[in-house]
């Protein structure tokens, strides 16, 4: 299995240069800017996040100011999340492009009626509509919401995208004519080398000190030498715009050998669908454990990104003893303002490393699928988990620890990312049969957080899905949430709203079901709003509500089924 995967790795990397379309012309006096001041932005399309590529511009401001419409368009779908994008809306615009506000405080007066009655219908707080398109229309500058904090936002800000409207894809919104002020050129922080096989494995890194400002930056002594016959540079650098603080996103980056283009990447537009190869394009261990962001300038053997627009060998440079190759990055913001680091790299004399295979259990080649069997866990992880070869350490242990029902697996470290969710079934040891229905498979991961990863029983077995490296062992979860109260009294006379903070004591995974909630008031569903950052349940009073006294029941539930119940009357 490992000599065939090695055989259809070098025939990938025998791969030429190529060179994607150039940039499409997107209209540029068609759009205005969905605020009426000067857009100042505290991130930028492209921009490195934790597992994605940020889809949009994050536009400053503050809560309640004015949104507006960038064209003449239609609301073509509604969506409201306790996370994510909070309240979203999308508006079809008739020149093929769909506008994207996210984030927002309110919608207008008429789209929050038909969000709501919505929501009552459906007796659900998150929800997603696709109104008729002669419902919502609006004209070019009519105002369409607030700008706010829902979501997962922690300041106040419009995240604006605008995509294709057939494909969905972002493009990048700085491309259509909206200006921001930016005479600023990027700055160039650190340049990681790669020391690799013939195999695309890497056997050394070496992380260097770049100097200077302005314009040109250098490393120190000009020539860097590497222990191996190819080396995969990369850089960190971040965009700075005027009259703002935050390090936002490069928009391109281009490598030159010996006065070549080699490689380069701009941030012109992606699919949502190939967003999580972010952690194939930078460094993710660096990421996870420094929070640093390096875009990596060659491409590692699984991955997809369609944002390259020109590589020669994968972006690979391929070294010798004789000549030192001369490598020049131009890192450059949408406006054309750049910064430049040269530096000439060298194959060392002293014979290389050989990759890291010594105290791996498992080898994982990461175009083919792979099963592992043991008498207490079984894996499989499917072809695409994995963005390059696996060298995997695996032991297990048993622990006596209190509430811990199997042996602790101990599967390679969380500071390698894994692409697919792979499916692990793991067997119990000491789980009483009373507490079957509460456990789970529990993920211990950095700073030992407790996950959970969720799991169905298949006979013996507790199956399911993950997505990590890191430790992994049956645990049971029998404690149900707290409701605590932080408004709510007898005399709510003259009160708009009451407000209940709900927390859990373990996490769930994305693919796991969070917090569920549901609240009567005399038995009959209301609406209750939930900022999932917060933790914070807040029911605002209808206004057909009469006077006198009520009865308010609330229910909050975890993944285990759980329950907490908060019921207590009130008078109006």
């Known amino acids: 299995m490992r000599f065939r995967g090695l055989l259809m790795l070098l025939g990938g990397l025998l791969s030429i240069a190529f060179t994607g379309d150039e940039a499409r012309n997107y209209p540029t006096d068609y759009f205005r800017?969905?605020?009426?001041?000067?857009?100042?932005?505290?991130?930028?399309?492209g921009e490195l996040r934790p597992?994605?590529?940020?889809?949009?511009?994050?536009?400053?401001?503050?809560?309640?100011?004015?949104?507006?419409?960038?064209?003449?368009?239609?609301?073509?779908?509604?969506?409201?999340?306790?996370?994510?994008?909070?309240?979203?809306?999308?508006?079809?615009?008739?020149?093929?492009?769909?506008?994207?506000y996210a984030h927002l405080h309110r919608f207008t007066p008429e789209v929050a009626d038909y969000v709501k009655q919505a929501q009552y219908n459906a007796q659900t707080f998150e929800i997603e509509l696709?109104?008729?398109?002669?419902?919502?229309?609006?004209?070019?500058?009519?105002?369409?919401?607030?700008?706010?904090?829902?979501?997962?936002?922690?300041?106040?800000?419009?995240?604006?995208?605008?995509?294709?409207?057939?494909?969905?894809?972002?493009?990048?919104?700085?491309?259509?004519?909206?200006?921001?002020?930016?005479?600023?050129?990027?700055?160039?922080?650190?340049?990681?080398?790669?020391?690799?096989?013939?195999?695309?494995?890497t056997t050394s890194t070496k992380t260097l000190s770049v100097y200077g400002k302005g314009k040109t930056y250098s490393v120190k002594g000009d020539t860097t030498y590497v222990k191996a016959p190819q080396v995969g540079v990369a850089l960190k650098a971040y965009d700075h715009m005027d009259e703002v603080r935050n390090w936002n996103g490069i928009y391109s980056l281009s490598l030159f050998l010996d006065d070549s283009l080699h490689y380069q990447f701009e941030m012109e537009r992606f699919a949502f669908s190939e967003s999580r190869y972010i952690n194939a394009h930078l460094?993710?261990?660096?990421?996870?454990?420094?929070?640093?962001?390096?875009?990596?300038c060659f491409l590692l053997p699984g991955n997809e990104l369609s944002i390259y627009n020109y590589l020669v060998d994968r972006g690979v440079i391929n070294l010798n003893q004789e000549r030192a190759r001369k490598v020049e990055l131009v890192a450059k913001d949408i406006?054309?303002?750049?910064?430049?680091?040269?530096?000439?790299?060298?194959?060392?004399?002293?014979?290389?490393?050989?990759?890291?295979?010594?105290?791996?259990?498992?080898?994982?080649?990461?175009?083919?699928?792979?099963?592992?069997?043991?008498?207490?866990?079984?894996?499989?992880?499917?072809?695409?988990?994995?963005?390059?070869?696996?060298?995997?350490?695996?032991?297990?242990?048993?622990?006596?620890?209190?509430?811990?029902?199997?042996?602790?697996?101990?599967?390679?470290?969380?500071?390698?990312?894994?692409?697919?969710?792979?499916?692990?079934?793991l067997l119990p040891s000491t789980l009483p049969l009373s507490l079957k229905d509460k456990a789970f498979v529990a993920y211990c991961g950095k700073n030992n957080k407790v996950i959970n990863y969720g799991g169905e029983w298949e006979g013996e077995w507790l199956k399911t899905k993950v997505r990590d490296f890191g430790d992994f062992y049956i645990s049971v979860d029998d404690?149900?949430?707290?409701?605590?109260?932080?408004?709510?009294?007898?005399?709510?006379?003259?009160?708009?709203?009451?407000?209940f903070k709900i927390t859990d004591n373990i996490a769930t995974a994305r693919n796991v079901a969070g917090l569920q909630y549901r609240a009567t008031i005399d038995g009959q569903w209301v609406l209750l709003q939930f900022d999932a950052k917060n933790d914070l349940l807040t029911h605002t009073f209808e206004s057909d509500l009469t006077s006198g006294e009520h009865q308010l029941r609330l229910e909050v539930w975890d993944a285990l089924n759980n329950k907490a119940v908060f019921e207590r009357s009130f008078v109006r």
Do not use: C
């Open 33 to 45: 800017a969905p605020v009426n001041y000067q857009m100042k932005l505290s991130g930028t399309f």
């Open 51 to 100: 597992n994605h590529f940020h889809a949009g511009i994050d536009i400053k401001g503050k809560v309640g100011a004015k949104l507006y419409a960038i064209g003449d368009g239609y609301i073509s779908r509604i969506k409201v999340q306790e996370g994510g994008y909070g309240n979203v809306l999308y508006i079809n615009h008739p020149n093929g492009y769909t506008s994207v």
């Open 130 to 201: 696709y109104p008729p398109k002669d419902l919502f229309a609006f004209a070019k500058g009519d105002e369409i919401g607030k700008m706010g904090v829902s979501g997962r936002s922690f300041g106040p800000h419009l995240h604006f995208e605008i995509r294709d409207t057939k494909t969905e894809e972002p493009i990048n919104p700085l491309l259509f004519g909206l200006k921001v002020a930016d005479s600023r050129r990027p700055k160039l922080h650190q340049l990681k080398l790669f020391g690799l096989s013939k195999y695309m494995e």
């Open 283 to 296: 460094d993710y261990e660096e990421q996870v454990t420094k929070k640093s962001y390096f875009n990596r």
């Open 335 to 425: 406006e054309g303002n750049e910064a430049k680091l040269r530096f000439w790299v060298k194959q060392h004399s002293k014979p290389p490393p050989t990759a890291a295979t010594t105290n791996h259990t498992y080898f994982l080649p990461y175009q083919e699928k792979s099963i592992i069997e043991l008498p207490n866990l079984k894996a499989f992880f499917p072809e695409g988990t994995l963005y390059e070869n696996l060298y995997m350490s695996y032991n297990s242990a048993e622990d006596q620890s209190n509430g811990i029902y199997s042996a602790v697996h101990h599967i390679h470290d969380y500071k390698t990312p894994a692409h697919k969710y792979f499916t692990l079934s």
């Open 479 to 499: 404690k149900a949430p707290k409701i605590v109260p932080l408004n709510f009294k007898k005399n709510l006379k003259g009160r708009k709203r009451v407000s």
